[in-house]
């Protein structure tokens, strides 16, 4: 059950690797911002759910994974001479915030980890883009690790949903959920940050 595999609705177009390229300072920048985003929103999830004893148990473990994604970006931008730089807004969050149904504490929790997986499975398929666009080397070799973890990460997201909800509910939120996504990724211009 926690194994579902996302299909993404739009594949994200080449150019938005080579943009990542022209500045991998700036892209590294923005995605360590996005590392401490998931730990805060990891751990806010925990705090306001604490009745679901293994959401809390995973949203920790999870926290704790994305601090050291943080650290180790942390450390890429010291090595070349750069601190993580100021937070710089982000319209494809803005968006998939936009998604979630706030009314209703049940919905609110269904869409938050639909989202979360979502965010998760592009990630996952970004990294791997910058993997295979880089040089081969450290930073390609760090790509390719974190490409990885964020496979197991969506993984976790649709796991507790669907044990939450029950398969029924969780898929046909999911599927509008994926295909608002896909629109929101088509539309965003390409930069030199995650999305
Ligand atoms: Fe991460
Ligand atoms: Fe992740």
Known sequence: MSTTILRLRHATDPGWARAVLGDVDAFLQDHAHNERKVVQAALILAAQHHQHRDLVAAMLELAAEELSHFQRVHDLLAERGKTIGQDQPDPYAGAMHKLLRKGDVHEYLLDRLIV???????????FQLVAQALEPGPLADFYTELFKAEARHHGLFTGLAQRIFGREAFTARLDQILEAEGAIVRDLPHRAALH
């Open 116 to 126: 979360f997986a979502v965010v998760e499975a592009r990630g996952c398929e970004r």
